[in-house]
């Protein structure tokens, strides 16, 4: 599946480009953005995996910008890690209040920003870190690639699997078809919304093949997408 994206708002060049070059080493996907503006847009037009956010910028502050995503549903569950040269306890208190689900004052140690980067992503992204999914009798297994459902091995082809996966990692979630696009095939390729449909066909009938009383588990949710449960 689609490595995690994370998006870097840093207007001080050389930062951003450190950060930059440190993610795509790990194997993130990365976008950045060097202003407040600059990072909503980016933020609308494909929702990133995890945010680094800076809390002095030119125009939107960090803080507002943080502010704004915890309010919206559909941006609420973006983590968010504040960096700030602002090393007193109430802001950091401030920051964390304000919605950032962790707080590191710069120049922070790279080594453990990605750690921090990456327990922030086991809760929302867990397969893109490798994390074993499991939901009711299936499991998915990222390292071997491997899905089973009542200890039976499911056969799926690489779509399906990420497919699968990102269901996995959001039960009960509403995908609609161009989310799924974006997750699972990349903006950057061209196919037709109907060809998530052909997808999660092959899905279901893989899956129901594998169960033992042939129950289908996607959900099809009339006019809005699949969820699973």
């Known amino acids: 599946m689609l490595k995690p994206l994370v998006l870097v708002v840093e207007d001080e060049p ?9 993610l795509a080493a790990a194997g993130y996907r990365t976008a950045a953005a060097a202003d407040g503006d600059e990072a909503l847009l980016k933020i609308a037009e494909e929702e990133p995996d995890l945010i680094l956010l800076d809390w002095m910028l030119p125009g939107i502050s960090g803080i507002e910008i943080c502010r704004r995503l915890k309010v919206r549903p559909e941006t609420r569950a973006i983590p968010v890690i504040m960096l700030s040269a602002r090393a ?3 802001d950091r208190v401030r920051g964390l209040e304000t919605g950032a689900d962790d707080y590191m004052v710069k120049p922070c140690s790279v080594p453990e920003l990605m750690a921090r980067l ?8 867990p397969a893109g870190v490798g994390e074993r999914l499991t939901f009711g009798n299936i499991t998915l297994e990222p390292e071997t690639h491997r899905v089973y459902r009542a200890g039976v091995e499911v056969r799926l082809g690489p779509t399906e699997y990420r497919l699968l996966a990102t269901l996995m990692e ?3 979630r509403v995908w609609s078809r161009a989310q799924l696009l974006d997750r699972v095939w990349g903006r950057d390729v061209y196919v037709e919304t109907r060809t998530v449909d052909v997808h999660v066909g092959r899905l279901r009938k893989a899956l129901k093949a594998a169960g033992a009383d042939g129950t289908d588990p ?9 969820a699973l449960g």
């Open 88 to 90: 007193e306890e109430a």
């Open 170 to 172: 959001r039960p009960g």
């Open 218 to 226: 996607i959900r099809t949710v009339r006019g809005a997408g699949y």
């Open 14 to 22: 050389a930062q951003r480009e450190l950060l930059l070059y440190n």
């Open 118 to 125: 990456r327990t922030q992503l086991r809760r929302t992204r």
